[in-house]
Nanobody, 124 residues
Framework: QVQLVQSGGGSVQAGGSLRLSCAAF????????MVWFRQAPGKEREGVAA???????TYADSAKVRFTISQDNAKNTLYLQMNSLKPEDTAMYYC??????????????????WGQGTQVSVSS
């Protein structure tokens, strides 16, 4: 059974940095797409960044330049480094994974596996 366990997050002032981690357990598929989503209260879920088996990355416009998605295959862990954080980055962040690579990884594709979520709060 696949489990995604998130860590990181927390509270930071605007301009600060945070790193989110997502450790995958029991994932035996040879291909994958792993994604970071976020959802703020009263707003729709937003795809932030994605990475696939071939190392291709996709970023939302709001995340380009400031955020970096990466992975450590030896540790089966996905990361999201977030720099220059803004109050509008405040949200619950979720990692997700699937053995398929959707055409639009940041869209509304129904990923099979999800992390438990971690809160990121950015104060002005």
């Amino acid at each position: 059974q696949v489990q995604l366990v998130q860590s990181g997050g927390g509270s930071v002032q605007a301009g600060g940095s945070l790193r989110l981690s997502c450790a995958a357990f029991g994932y035996t598929y040879t291909s994958y797409c792993m994604v970071w989503f976020r959802q703020a209260p009263g707003k729709e879920r937003e795809g932030v960044a994605a990475i696939d088996t071939d190392g291709r990355t996709t970023y939302a416009d709001s995340a380009k330049v400031r955020f970096t998605i990466s992975q450590d295959n030896a540790k089966n862990t996905l990361y999201l480094q977030m720099n220059s954080l803004k109050p509008e980055d405040t949200a619950m962040y979720y990692c997700a994974a699937d053995f398929r690579v959707p055409e639009y990884p940041l869209g509304d594709y129904e990923y099979n596996f999800w992390g438990q979520g971690t809160q990121v709060s950015v104060s002005s």
